[in-house]
C-alpha cells in the first residue's frame, strides 16, 4: 500500500489456493493480490493506463457536469474458470481483464503481467462490477442510475434503471438470482459537493431477479 491507498472492492479465488484480488482505488489505482493462507500480499499494474483515473475526466449525474472524480480502478469481478479479473476505474468508460495466474505469479514483472491485459471496449461510468456463471458481467451506470450487463459475446442490455438509483455502487449476486445493488448518494455527500451534505436518508439496498449464479471458486 501508498500512503494515499483507498482498498475498495474485493473479489475471492480458491480455484488455486487462496487468494484475494483488492482494489486500490487512488487516482494512481492498482490491483493488490492478497495470499490469504501466507498473508502476503503485493500491488500489480499501479499507475498503468488502465488503472488509472482517466486524465481530463467528466462525469454528468443528476444533470451537472462533474470534473472532480479523479478515482483509479473500483470495481473488480472474476470471470465463471476464475482465469480473468474483470476490473475499471470509476473515472473512465473502459471495461478490462487481466490474468488472474499472471497476477499471482510473483516471478512476473508489472511489464509481463500488462501483457495479459484485454480491453474490452467502451461501456457505461462505473463504480461496481460483478459476474456470474454464465460468463455476464454486471456494470453500475452511476450516470444513468442503472445497471448493465454484459454478455459473454459483448452485447450490453439494461438491467435496472430508476431515478432512485441515485449512484449505485456495490454489486453482489445471491444464490437465490437475485442481483444486490447499494445505492449511496454519493454526489450529495460534503467530498463531491463542495462541501455541503444534501443526502437524503434513507439510503437504498435495491434487488432484481436476474436469475444467474454467483461463482464460487473452489479447487
Known sequence: ??????????????SAGHYAYITD??????????????????????GHPSTQAQNQFRAVVEGVVRDQYQVGVDGI??????????Y???????????????????????????ETILDHGDKCASDGLESDTA????????????????SPTGQWATVLQAKTLLWP???????D???????????????????TDDRIPPYLIVRVNVGAQPIRLKP
Open 1 to 14: 500500500m501508498t500512503p494515499t491507498t483507498y482498498l475498495n472492492d474485493v473479489r475471492f479465488d480458491f
Open 135 to 150: 460468463g455476464n458481467v454486471y456494470a453500475t451506470a452511476y450516470e444513468h442510475g442503472a445497471v448493465l450487463r454484459r
Open 77 to 86: 469481478a472474476i470471470s465463471p474458470d476464475g482465469t480473468r479479473l474483470f
Open 177 to 195: 438470482g437475485h442481483l444486490y445493488v447499494s445505492v449511496n448518494q454519493l454526489p450529495r455527500t460534503p467530498l463531491f459537493n463542495h462541501g
Open 25 to 46: 482505488s487512488q487516482s494512481t489505482g492498482a490491483l493488490i493480490v492478497v495470499d490469504l493462507d501466507t498473508g502476503d500480499c503485493w500491488d500489480r499494474l499501479r
Open 88 to 114: 475499471c476505474p470509476l473515472s473512465s468508460r473502459r471495461l478490462y481483464s487481466v490474468d488472474t495466474a499472471a497476477l499471482r505469479d510473483r516471478d512476473l514483472s508489472d511489464t509481463l503481467v500488462a
Open 169 to 175: 455502487d456495490t454489486l453482489a449476486l445471491a444464490s
